[in-house]
Structure formats: C-alpha cells, structure tokens
C-alpha cells in the first residue's frame, strides 16, 4: 500500500511525509478486534494503563488508534475521560466509531488522519497515547514530537511497544535464510534491526529529543504461546503487527521469500510442540513542562 511504501522510503528519503500508520481492510479490521487486541495488544494495554497518571476529566490524544483500543477502558476507568482518536484506516475508524456509539453519549470521537503532525489542536491533550507504533527510529521521533505538541503543560505521553528481544525466533530464523542462501547484505540489516531495536535507554533518548522530559521506562519480559509453529505463522498477530514491524526496522519492502523459509523452518522445528515467542514489552512514560 502507498502508505507503508512511503514509511519504507523514508529510509532513503528522509524528505517524504511520516505517515500515521498502515491502512486495514475491513476484514483485517474486525480480525484486530477479535482476534489481536485480546491476545496481544491487551498485554500492551495493561503496561499502559498501570502507568497513567491518575486524575479526572482527562483529554486524551490516541495516535494510531486503529479499532478505538483500549479507549474504551479509559471511558470506563477514568471519570469524566473524553478520546480523540486519529487513525489513517477507515476500516479501522468505522468499527472504532461503532463501538463508541454502542456506548451511547461516551465522548469517544475519531477522525481519519494521514500524516504527522495530525491537526489537532496544539496544547489541549492531558495525555497523548500510542499502542504498538510500527516504524523507524525517525518515525519514532516523529511519533514523539506529536505528542509534544498536542500535550499541555503537565501533561503525559504513554507509549507502549515492543523492546529488544523481542521477536527473538523469528530474527534468528531471518539470519538462517540469511545465511543459507547467501544474502549476507540482507542478514546485516536483520542483524542491525534487531541489535537497534529500542531499549530503556535508547528510547528515553528519544524521547527527550522530542522535547519531553521525566521520561520512566518499564519493561515486562514474557512469551507469547502458539500452539506450533505454523499456528504462529498463520496467526493474525504475525500478519498484521509482527511482520510489518520487522519489514519496517529492516528496512525492506518485500520479505516474501525470506518469510517462506521462516514459515518453512517452525513448521520443521515446531511441527508438534509449542511455539513462544519471546516480548520484551515496554511502555514509555513522558512529562511535558
């Protein structure tokens, strides 16, 4: 699609816009809501949701808010909570705003945006919050400059992605091919992608360029069960959040080939047993002052 190429071209033409996020189909759009959000996503939601700050009457900016996940749980936690939620995919947004109107007056609203910055207004948010942001170190940055912006004065950023390490298997079995079919270029940028994967350190670094500070980081090592490794493979997380996440931090726009020989290679050495992936989750908390 125009809007992941154009993520992917960033890394070679720093001058094209940063795009909010990948568009979902309708049908990939209702998956995440059944099928990912209460396996995966919810797991970055809890992080999130343990570092708020507490307080009534919150505004909160949802950067990349896909299916309106976890708004509603801030609806329902938080007195006198009102969410704007930006997203680049209509899909995404209808089922967002369908599901703030079985809510009744919930002051749950979204709106269809494409590129940083957003067009919110500056200055107004009490909380800015990002799930599982997909891109590049500078889309990261962007990302972040975002929410400096819309925050006011005292206001927190909230953002929860997956840290180093995780993804562990599949970048080891990225190598494999790497190495099996001698595309030594490829397996430096796997190498590279996960080495520059974001820690506690690198992306309070970030943040801070971005210009927000009392920057805290937490971390919550896991795994992720699969029944085999062909269960993995075939499993919505993998299509709609993982693999885009490793195509966006290598920097390629096709992994066709190399994600046949991963398919290939669980379906060998987890034919029977169960498959974990390991998840360094992390969740970034951040002051504007």
């Known amino acids: ?41 919810s797991l970055y939601a809890d992080l999130m949701l343990e570092m708020r700050l507490v307080g009534e009457g919150a505004r909160v900016a949802h950067l990349g808010c896909r299916t309106g996940y976890p708004d509603g749980l801030l609806f329902e936690r938080i007195a006198g909570v009102s969410v704007v939620g930006v997203d680049s995919s209509p899909a995404a947004l209808e089922l967002a705003r369908s599901k703030a109107a079985a809510r009744g007056e919930a002051p749950l609203e979204y709106h269809e945006v494409y590129l940083f910055p957003t067009g919110l207004d500056e200055g107004t948010f009490s909380h800015v919050i990002s799930l599982h942001p997909v891109g590049t170190g500078q889309d990261r940055l962007e990302l972040f400059s975002e929410a400096t912006r819309l925050l006011y004065e005292g206001g927190q950023a909230l953002i929860a992605m997956p840290l180093r390490g995780s993804f562990q298997e599949v970048g080891d079995l990225l190598k494999e091919y790497a190495l099996k079919h001698d595309q030594g270029e490829f397996g430096n940028a796997v190498e590279m992608a996960m080495a520059t994967r974001p820690t506690i350190e ?85 002051r504007r002052y």
Request: proline share 5%.
């Open 1 to 41: 699609m125009r809007e992941t190429a154009l993520i992917w071209a960033r890394e070679v033409d720093s001058s094209l816009p940063v795009v909010l996020s990948e568009s979902l189909s309708a049908a990939d759009a209702a998956v995440m809501e059944t099928f990912v959000v209460p396996r995966y996503l």
């Open 202 to 286: 690198t992306i309070s670094e970030e943040i801070e360029v971005a210009g927000l500070v009392d920057v805290d980081v937490e971390i919550r090592a896991t795994t992720l069960p699969f029944d085999s490794g062909r269960a993995f493979f075939e499993d919505p997380i993998a299509r709609l959040l993982i693999f885009p996440e490793l195509c966006a931090s290598i920097g390629v726009d096709e992994l066709e080939e190399p994600l046949a020989y991963v398919r290939d290679a669980v379906d060998k050495y987890w034919s029977e047993g169960r498959f974990d992936l390991t998840l360094n989750l992390g969740c970034a908390s951040a």
